[in-house]
């Protein structure tokens, strides 16, 4: 409902935009609690030697939609034109899915299968937003933010490195016990564009609605030479308070 409420306001306004008053103030702050509503699912495969065979786990991580903080300024330079940049938080703790396949220690090419959930597996994203601002004043409270530009992600993501398992005799049947974890990190640039809808309550002091999108792939360097592709970011929506002087 966010979004739609931001996105309708905004179109609303660009048919005004020919006539818009320069805004009187130079600097703009903005502070939000937002929701980003994409998800970034990957999966992950690697080997390990056992009983002189190999072994194999294939792992589905889920990372789910959820808040995150979105905070930043900008400075109006000429006209109605500005420069800015924001940083995004978003941090999420989910489950992992693991599908182990370990070597008989008894019998060649006999495969035993373990299912498992590995938990506390977490993604931190950390976006650094560099906007080029055009700055669109009404004649009444209601303001106008476009933005857009670089972005640049940096991402801290846990990876399940082992499974344990639990494989007493006859050893037919292991079941799954505990996951040892990796933490990785990755960087990358993307772009951004955004809009941001605000009311001022009074001179300086406003409130806003804020729609985003930035998005980007990258390369986990991962044990055992692999490289785990993962997506961050989306689209997100929330509000918060405005400064404006």
Known sequence: MTIRCAA???????????????WPERVYVSVNGAFQATTNDFSDRFEFPKDQETGSTEVDYRVQSGVLFDGGGGYRVWKN?????SVSIFNRTDAAQTTTRSP?????????????????????????????MYLLAGSGPLRVVLSGGPTFFSVTQDLVS?????????????????????????????????????????????????VRFSRAALDLDAPGNRTVSVDAGGLYAGGGVRLLF
């Open 162 to 210: 082992e499974v344990v398992l639990i494989d007493t005799f006859p050893f037919d049947a292991p079941t799954f016990s505990t996951v040892q974890k990796q933490t990785l990190k990755a960087s990358a640039p993307s772009f951004n564009v955004g809009a941001d809808v605000v009311w001022m309550l009074r001179r300086g002091l406003g409130v806003g609605g804020l």
């Open 81 to 85: 034109f500005g420069v800015g940049v």
């Open 8 to 22: 309708l306001a905004a179109l609303l306004f660009l048919p005004s935009a020919a006539t818009a008053q320069t």
């Open 104 to 132: 008989h220690p008894f019998f060649f090419d006999r495969q035993r299968e373990v299912e498992g959930e590995a938990t506390g597996v977490t993604r931190n994203e950390t976006a650094i937003h560099v906007q080029a």
